[in-house]
């Protein structure tokens, strides 16, 4: 169970929520309302997610010595 809110929006707003009730794209003003704010909440994680990738990236990964090593060490070596 959610909520209610009051929201005030521009006509031009309320006029695009109201289409895409009319033509079936959305059951409701709140569905309209509710799949727009969850996009924008999806999009700011996988933005937040992707700085986090990029932060890692360009300070290496800490995983790069442990390949190198690996990759020098025969199998008899690990026995």
């Known amino acids: 169970m ?9 006509d031009a ?4 929520i109201d289409q895409q009730v009319e033509h079936g794209e959305a059951t409701s003003r709140a569905a309209v309302v509710a799949a727009a704010l969850d996009q924008q909440r999806r ?3 996988a933005d937040r997610d992707a700085a986090i ?3 890692a990236a360009a300070n290496g990964d ?3 010595d442990l390949a190198a090593f690996a ?4 199998l008899g070596d690990l026995a």
């Open 13 to 16: 707003l309320v006029g695009f």
């Open 2 to 10: 959610g909520k209610q809110l009051t929201v005030r929006l521009p």
């Open 53 to 55: 990738l990029a932060r």
């Open 62 to 64: 800490d995983l790069d």
């Open 43 to 45: 999009q700011e994680i």
């Open 71 to 74: 990759a020098q060490t025969s």
